[in-house]
């Protein structure tokens, strides 16, 4: 498991512009960069009522849009819950982009009130994420956060 400690003080450092576009595209290539075993890094923003959008990623295309009603995302959304799936085989409506997921993690991203979107992570390895490593992603989540401005355009 990497080092989430260090990690978190890298992305603090890489994050150095307030804008939280810039903010997202940066963030999804750390992780992929640092993070072992990942087909798949993004996110999805709340830019229309209940429904996901997808945002900047690092992988293969994939899913558009998703509704807070469906999916392992809209399930993050919907519930303002960390959704940890040891294996999507086992999950009725996972939204499946690339048949070679097996784990999936999803955390989602509150701003003030409002639950602003997902980051969503996807590896190959069934059981890719442990508590451990929930606990090290809500970290950089929260990193993510607090180096942006959300005030200007969505
Ligand atoms: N598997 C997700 C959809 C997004 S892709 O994994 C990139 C879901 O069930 O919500």
Known sequence: MPDYTLLARQLEALLDTRDWLTNTAQTCAFIVQEVADLNW????????PETLILGPFQGKPACNPIPFDKGVCGAAARSRQTQRVDDVHGIA?????????RAELVVPIIVGERIWG???LDSPRAARFSVDDQAGIERLVEVFI???DFDRER
């Open 41 to 48: 890094a993004g996110f999805y923003l709340q830019r229309q």
């Open 93 to 101: 409506d996972h939204i499946a982009c690339d048949a070679a997921s």
């Open 118 to 120: 997902v980051l969503d």
């Open 146 to 148: 607090d180096a942006s």
